[in-house]
């Protein structure tokens, strides 16, 4: 397995995880660590991702759609307009349930993905045309 970047929670526990893998995969593993201002910058280049239409859940599930559903943002007032955001503490869900804000948490950090420069890295090929065949 190479892959081209990983992307790891390293808040508390995650750290001991994101040491593990940044020593199998140097140099491809980005560490996230959750401030109030990198959830903040999180939270809009999440938001950038799903308003371009360029974010899909692929496994996508009722328990995930209700995440997105009770999900809510709010800009706090002063200069540098942080944003908060995540299902409310206690929310439910229509048989009762809490629902929580995981998902939505996990599928965020993609936003770091968008911020690498991204290349193929092989050399440039070109192509001939057909030759069209002679007409009589």
């Given at each position: ?99 929580h804000d995981d998902h939505v948490t996990a599928d965020a950090p993609t936003a770091e993905l968008d911020r690498l420069r991204w ?18």
């Amino acid at each position: 397995m190479r892959p081209l970047n990983i992307i790891i929670d390293a808040t508390g526990v995650g750290e001991g995880l994101w040491a593990l893998l940044d020593r199998a995969f140097p140099r491809r593993v980005i560490p996230v660590k959750f401030t109030q201002h990198s959830k903040s910058e999180l939270g809009y280049g999440f938001l950038a991702i799903i308003d371009s239409g360029r974010f899909r859940d692929c496994a996508p599930s009722r328990e995930v759609d209700l995440e997105y559903e009770h999900c809510r943002s709010e800009i706090l007032p002063g200069p540098q307009h942080t944003l908060r955001w995540g299902v409310p503490e206690g929310t439910r869900g229509p048989m009762g349930e809490l629902i929580h804000d995981d998902h939505v948490t996990a599928d965020a950090p993609t936003a770091e993905l968008d911020r690498l420069r991204w290349a193929i890295n092989s050399p440039p090929m070109i192509v001939p045309a057909r030759a069209e065949p002679s007409r009589p």
